[in-house]
């Protein structure tokens, strides 16, 4: 086969990677568990993803590609339509707007980034998810959800990190 063919083909896996391990966590913020409870404080592991990906690559995790995970996620958490998809756009449009300040720092920089944005996706969430039911959601559970997600953080963060300059540098 041309070589050419292979370089295009080569190019367009690695720009399509970041939304497809975007997606890999949305399915893993969904897989049920016996663990009593668990759908109430699973962390969205995708908002890692997103966080990860607006700073470092946006061209790569166009908002599309975040207005489709956040539909995907809404349909298999059964929120409502919208509710993540509006969160992650959010955090999404936060974090491009302000990439400028978060590259090049040092990873407590990025992680306390992090930490002030999901925290703000939380509250979002919250939010939304109490006024569309229309009635007061429990706070502990947004709480221990943001707790995880913060905890997660770093392991995720640093597999992004490794993959960006394993795979993607070259683009």
Same mark, same amino acid.
């Given at each position: 086969?041309?070589?050419?063919?292979?370089?295009?083909?080569?190019?367009?896996?690695?720009?399509?990677?970041?939304?497809?391990?975007?997606?890999?966590?949305?399915?893993?913020?969904?897989?049920?568990?016996?663990?009593?409870?668990?759908?109430?404080?699973?962390?969205?592991?995708? /908002?890692? *993803?997103?966080?990860?990906?607006? @700073?470092?690559?946006? #061209?790569?995790?166009?908002?599309?590609?975040?207005?489709? &995970? %956040?539909?995907?996620?809404?349909?298999?958490?059964?929120?409502?339509?919208?509710?993540?998809?509006?969160?992650?756009?959010?955090?999404?449009?936060?974090?491009?707007?302000?990439?400028?300040?978060?590259?090049?720092?040092?990873?407590?920089?990025?992680?306390?980034?992090?930490?002030?944005?999901?925290?703000?996706?939380?509250?979002?969430?919250?939010? /939304?998810? *109490?006024?569309?039911?229309?009635? @007061?959601?429990?706070? #502990?559970?947004?709480?221990?959800?943001?707790?995880?997600? &913060? %905890?997660?953080?770093?392991?995720?963060?640093?597999?992004?990190?490794?993959?960006?300059?394993?795979?993607?540098?070259?683009?």
């Amino acid at each position: 086969m041309n070589t050419g063919l292979w370089q295009k083909f080569d190019h367009l896996v690695r720009s399509c990677a970041p939304f497809f391990l975007s997606l890999v966590l949305v399915v893993l913020s969904v897989i049920p568990t016996h663990i009593p409870v668990y759908m109430e404080v699973a962390p969205i592991l995708p /908002l890692v *993803s997103i966080y990860h990906w607006a @700073i470092y690559r946006p #061209n790569l995790l166009p908002v599309f590609a975040v207005f489709i &995970l %956040g539909l995907l996620q809404d349909i298999l958490v059964g929120t409502p339509i919208g509710l993540y998809t509006l969160v992650f756009l959010t955090v999404y449009g936060i974090v491009t707007s302000q990439r400028r300040f978060f590259t090049g720092k040092s990873f407590l920089l990025y992680w306390l980034g992090f930490a002030a944005i999901s925290m703000l996706a939380s509250f979002e969430s919250y939010f /939304l998810g *109490s006024v569309w039911n229309v009635i @007061i959601l429990d706070f #502990n559970a947004a709480i221990f959800q943001y707790l995880i997600l &913060l %905890g997660i953080f770093p392991t995720l963060a640093w597999i992004f990190l490794r993959w960006q300059q394993a795979f993607l540098q070259q683009d």
